[in-house]
Structure formats: C-alpha cells, structure tokens
C-alpha cells in the first residue's frame, strides 16, 4: 500500500522567526542589510519585467491587512502584513508578517517565511538605498522621528550605506528613545536623545520619519526643514496617514516607489493628482535625476512596495545554506497519482484506522 505520509513534493522549506534570527545574527546585521539592499537595488533596475499591482489591502478602524504580490515571470511572491497602532498597549507588534516564494512554471511554492523581522529589515534596507541616491554627499548626521519597533533598523541601515556617525533620537514616549539608545549603545554610532522632533532635526542632513499613529499627523512643519536635507517619510503608508506638512511637499522633489499605490497612501495624498513625483527606480537606472544640488530638499515618500518584498525572500532564499537544513513543512498535498487525491485521504484514514 502506498504511504500516506509526506511525499517528496509535500515538503516546503519554512525560515521561522529563530531561523531568521541566527540568519541575521550569522551574518551580521549591517552586512545583511547592505546584502539586501543589493538584492532591492538589482530587482529595481530591472523594474520592467516585473507584473505591479497596488497591494490589496482590507482597513478597519482597528488598523489594516494586505496582501502585496509580485512577479517576475520567473517567481512570483506575495506577502502577508497587517499594521495595527495600538497592538502595542496589548503587548503585540503593530507589524507581523509572513511571505512565499513559488516557481511561476509550476506554481509550487518554494519558500515560506516569516517576514516581521525581514519586513523591518527591508523596509531600512530600501531607506538606505534611497539615502543612498538621494541624500547630501558626505551626510554625517541623521534624526530618527519615531523610536518604535523600526527605528534600530534605519540608523544601522543608513550608517551601512551612507556612513552616518551620528542618530538624533526623539520620540513622543520617552520610554522608545530609551529603548532605542540602548540598543545602539556599542555601535560605534554617537547617541543623542532629544526632548522634540524640532531639536531632533538640528543639524541632521537625513531625517527618518517612522510614527505608526493611524491619522493624518504633522510631525514635521515646514520650518523646521532648512535646505539641503533628505526625508525618508516611512511612516504614512495608509489613506488618512501623513506626516509631513504639506507646504513641504510643495518645496521638495518627491520620490516614490510605485507611484500608483503611493497616490493613495503616501504623503503624496494630501496634493493634486498631476504632482509630479519620480520613481526611484528609475533614478537606480539613471533614467532620472536625483538629487541635482546641495541645496535641494529631496523625500523618499516610502509606502512599502511588495518588489522589496520579493527581493527580500529572494536574499533569504539564496541565503539558507548559512543556517544549516531549514525546516520543512508538510504544506502541499502530494498523492502517489496526483490525480487521486479523495484516494490519498482515504488510504490516511485506513492507515490510521490500522494503528488504533
């Protein structure tokens, strides 16, 4: 009789949160992120053969569940993410995450991971790259404007990529720019907490905004942004979500991911439909400009696009021969004739009726 267990087929390799973990740590992080921002940066300029779509997202008054799918023709990937802002007080992440990898040829997947971990990592990595193109030649510091669960993620991302030795802190909890300073104690990246957003961004020549408060919010105002800086906005990324004062918008050249999905839901929502805003892949490509003199303000108004997603379980997929054998679920129904599968069900209950 055949065997009702897992046939060769059945067997997916999934990356769970303590794979992720040693995979980082095995690495490094800072050499991770700049391997991941390789792989965003190479999917980038090859923006063209990818199918885009605007993530299909579900909003509640709770928060919001999406699924952001993409596709090279080769592999096709999808994520899974929710962002809830008052998680925390339940003692829950604002942002959990899982993602597959799967042959477009066959439709069998090929990895399962989790993606809260890679999701933070991703999303710094992609900030970098933006910094990277975009900020002033010779950025030393950066202020960081929301200390939450993302915030490490960004200042070892932008020191690995752009050579930042300074984060200017500051957090409406005290308790996050506490937390935050602990954590890059010992990083060689000079620390220094600060009481508001106008005296974080004191001399900053990168600013990051990373809130998560789920409403239209003005955490920067236009005064406090002299000329010269680069923003990476990263934390509105939902309709009714900004950060930015408009009038700044109105005084920057805007850079966006996928301008379709960013009209919606990046900081770009609050201007008239025509603004232009240039895509960053093609300043990667050199298709457009970047940053064209010491005195232009530039915004990566990052929303999250699902192509990093896609590059990020592509690095981690290329990358488990450095944790050992990954684990293997029993994810795919796989008969002896894939034709009988009722077959495969009725040959599991007769071999578990024998064993009783």
């Known amino acids: 009789m055949p065997s009702p267990g897992p046939g060769p087929l059945s067997l997916v390799p999934f990356v769970s949160v303590a794979d992720m973990m040693a995979l980082v740590n095995g690495i490094g992080a800072e050499r991770f992120l ?3 921002a390789a792989y965003i940066e190479a999917d980038f300029r090859r923006w063209h053969m990818f199918e885009k779509t605007p993530r299909l997202a579900s909003h509640s008054k709770e928060g919001v569940i999406e699924l952001m799918p993409a596709n090279d023709g080769v592999e096709f990937g999808f994520k899974f993410v929710n962002g809830h802002p008052l998680n925390t007080r339940d003692g829950r ?39 990277k193109y975009l900020a002033p030649n010779g950025s030393r510091i950066m202020a960081v404007i929301g200390n939450g669960a993302q915030c490490e993620f960004q200042v070892l991302a932008i020191r690995a990529l752009c050579g930042i030795d300074t984060v200017r802190l500051y957090d409406i909890d005290p308790r996050a720019t506490e937390k935050a300073a602990h954590n890059l104690a010992g990083s060689g990246i000079s620390v220094i907490t600060c009481a508001s957003s106008q005296e974080a961004v004191e001399q900053a020549d990168i600013i990051t905004t990373c809130t998560a408060d789920k409403r239209n919010a003005t955490i920067l105002t236009d005064n406090m942004i002299g000329s010269g800086v680069h923003i990476n906005a990263i934390g509105g990324d939902c309709p009714g979500k ?10 920057s050249d805007i850079f966006v991911e996928y301008e379709p999905q960013t009209r919606g839901e990046g900081e770009i929502q609050q201007l008239d439909p ?14 457009a400009a970047g940053r064209r003199d010491a005195g232009q303000i530039t915004i990566f108004d990052s929303v999250g696009f699902a192509i990093e997603d896609f590059s990020a379980l592509r690095c981690v997929r290329d990358q488990l021969a450095r944790i050992g054998q990954p684990s293997k679920l029993d994810l795919l129904a796989d008969p002896d004739d894939p034709r009988d599968l009722f077959g495969m069900l009725r040959r599991a209950a007769q071999a578990a009726g024998a064993a009783e």
């Open 242 to 251: 900004t950060e930015l004062h408009r009038d700044i918008l109105l005084r």
């Open 93 to 131: 992440q604002t942002v959990t995450a899982f993602g597959m990898l799967a042959n477009v040829r066959d439709g069998y997947p090929v990895l399962l991971s989790e993606m809260t971990i890679l999701t933070a990592l991703r999303t710094a990595a992609t900030s970098a790259l933006a910094a």
């Open 274 to 287: 025509g603004h232009a805003v240039t895509e960053l892949w093609q300043v990667i490509a050199g298709q």
């Open 34 to 36: 700049v391997e991941l």
